[in-house]
């Protein structure tokens, strides 16, 4: 800790020191190092088909680390905003319904805490506990494009409907 902190005062801020503010200083983080029992991603929404309905979730035991670097694959999972598992079965069941619910309740809170569907790093701990280790937005999120009403069947009216005219 000793050599981050002495850093800072080897580093030359980048802009002059204003008299509103006090010096330019150094914040440092000290936290456990933790050992994910399961770990993963979850995207708080579903960046390919651009569907808010959907959280994608990979996981592997231990760490996300190992997701993160591309270097494996994990268990892939798509579900619900309720938790329900749709798309098929993964062969692998590594989260058990309890923790699905849990990562889907920390998808909504990160999403109305950071004003939309965050891109997250996550681990269950041996004891059970959740940690999310890092979240930001998700960047690749397409717009969908809802299809036009079919109106074939509609009789028309004196009156003009704003959705089939």
């Given at each position: 800790?000793?050599?981050?902190?002495?850093?800072?005062?080897?580093?030359?801020?980048?802009r002059p020191a204003s008299q509103d503010l006090p010096d330019d200083g150094m914040a440092v983080l000290v936290q456990p190092m933790l050992t994910s029992a399961v770990g993963g991603v979850m995207f708080g929404a579903d960046p390919i088909e651009g569907r808010t309905d959907r959280i994608?979730?990979?996981?592997?035991?231990?760490?996300?680390?190992?997701?993160?670097?591309?270097?494996?694959?994990?268990?892939?999972?798509?579900?619900?905003?309720?938790?329900?598992?749709?798309?098929?079965?993964?062969?692998?069941?590594?989260?058990?319904?309890?923790?699905?619910?849990?990562?889907?309740?920390?998808?909504?809170?990160?999403?109305?805490?950071?004003?939309?569907?965050?891109?997250?790093?996550?681990?269950?701990?041996?004891?059970?506990?959740?940690?999310?280790?890092?979240?930001?937005?998700?960047?690749?999120?397409?717009?969908?494009?809802?299809?036009?009403?079919?109106?074939?069947?509609?009789?028309?009216?004196?009156?003009?409907?704003?959705?089939?005219?």
């Open positions: 800790m000793r050599t981050v902190l002495s850093s800072a005062r080897r580093v030359r801020p980048l994608l979730v990979n996981v592997l035991r231990g760490g996300p680390d190992h997701l993160v670097d591309g270097s494996t694959r994990g268990v892939r999972y798509q579900l619900t905003r309720r938790a329900r598992l749709v798309g098929g079965a993964p062969a692998a069941r590594l989260l058990t319904r309890a923790q699905r619910q849990r990562l889907v309740g920390l998808a909504r809170v990160a999403e109305r805490v950071f004003g939309g569907p965050q891109d997250m790093e996550f681990g269950f701990g041996p004891d059970g506990a959740l940690w999310l280790f890092q979240a930001r937005p998700i960047t690749a999120m397409p717009l969908v494009r809802h299809a036009a009403p079919d109106c074939s069947g509609v009789v028309r009216s004196p009156r003009r409907s704003p959705v089939c005219s």
